[in-house]
């Protein structure tokens, strides 16, 4: 098993924009193509434009396999243009790939 931490980093004023691209529109999206979600958060302290979420895959071939297929999906693609006609909501990405630890909960 492995996980993704993955943090997205809005341009100031844009953070409602992406949580709400993920709650309405990506969600399904992640859903079709095998996306295991663990969770989402918003950052508190010191990153009140940030929203951190939690995959999690079989394999770094499963991994790879659902991110290349959600990347060519027609759905995200026209998703991704209409969120952002007026501008990116994302200014960065920051992506880690964890292995849980033999006593970890996620086990």
Do not use: C
Not at 11 to 26: A, E, K, M, S, Y
Not at 28 to 46: K, L, M, P, Y
Request: net charge negative; no cysteine.
């Amino acid at each position: 098993m492995v996980y993704e931490l993955r943090t997205y980093v809005a341009p100031p004023g844009r953070l409602d924009d992406i949580v709400n691209r993920f709650r309405t529109r990506t969600m399904d999206i992640f859903a079709r193509h095998g996306f295991d979600v663990v969770g989402f958060w918003t950052v508190d302290e010191g990153g009140d434009n940030e929203l951190v979420y939690l995959l999690r895959f079989d394999s770094p071939e499963a991994s790879l396999t659902a991110w290349t297929s959600f990347r060519a999906d027609p759905e995200w693609i026209a998703t991704r243009e209409e969120t952002e006609a007026n501008g990116p909501i994302v200014d960065h990405i920051i992506a880690k790939t964890m292995t849980a630890t033999e006593f970890s909960a996620l086990q």
